[in-house]
């Protein structure tokens, strides 16, 4: 078992209710379909009282104008079903909503965040990527680290492992694409802006809070599929 450290923050959220932070921090070399998914489809997931917990990415929901967030479960675990999802509407206006766990995984670290009531219009979805990513390619994390701004982070899929936990065998992302403390259940996209993974943990000293971070440990897209459609 390698040694880890999750990335939930427990930092107080330093901007004021339904205020998200610019997103300044992205490379403008990027291409589109990442700058697009960069500024438009991640969320922040906050406690009742807006202490930030970590990060998500916003899917297509069925029903109504809700907000349907997919995330790390860790990151929702001790919110006693009482959070926030703060999002960019279609139009670039930063909203709050309430919202509750609608799914958590016993076998991943994932979880869907419904808001409570209908929200404003978004169409700023994620999507999952049809194939898995292979060693080598090219991968942007996105997420909110410490919850102060949206950052993108440039790497590659250094490997693939397994790793066993409780006696359950699970498949994993390693990437150099630096994850930060609060990156948590943030997307990892491919260059096409499609969702390859999902932010978990970090390895090495001092893990996510360290100023260097170690690699990054990311949920399959395979197992996102089997979480989301029961698989």
Do not use: W
């Not at 009282?49 to 675990?77: F, P």
């Not at 936990?165 to 260059?191: E, L, M």
Request: net charge negative.
């Amino acid at each position: 078992m390698f040694i880890v450290t999750c990335l939930t923050v427990t930092l107080i959220f330093p901007v004021a209710c339904g205020t998200i932070a610019r997103v300044d921090r992205i490379d403008y070399q990027f291409n589109n379909e990442v700058k697009s998914m960069a500024t438009s489809s991640v969320a922040i997931l906050a406690a009742d009282d807006l202490r930030v917990t970590g990060s998500g990415v916003m899917l297509k929901h069925e029903v109504g104008q809700r907000i349907l967030v997919l995330t790390a479960r860790h990151v929702t675990d001790h919110l006693n079903n009482v959070m926030a999802i703060m999002y960019i509407t279609s139009n670039g206006e930063k909203r709050t909503v309430s919202a509750h766990t609608m799914k958590a995984s016993d076998n991943f670290d994932l979880a869907l965040v419904i808001s409570d009531s209908l929200a404003e219009e978004t169409d700023s979805f994620a999507t999952l990527a049809g194939a898995e990513p292979r060693v080598g390619d090219v991968l942007y994390v996105v997420g909110c680290p410490n919850g102060r701004i949206f950052n993108v982070s440039k790497g590659i899929l250094s490997n693939v492992f397994f790793d066993t936990d409780d006696g359950v065998k699970h498949r994993y992302y390693r990437t150099d694409a630096a994850i930060y403390f609060g990156n948590s259940g943030g997307p990892a996209y491919n260059d096409r802006g499609q969702i390859v993974g999902i932010a978990d943990m970090v390895e090495g000293a001092g893990a996510g809070r360290a100023v260097v971070p170690g690699s990054g440990i990311l949920i399959t897209v395979v197992d996102i599929k089997k979480f989301i459609y029961n698989k």
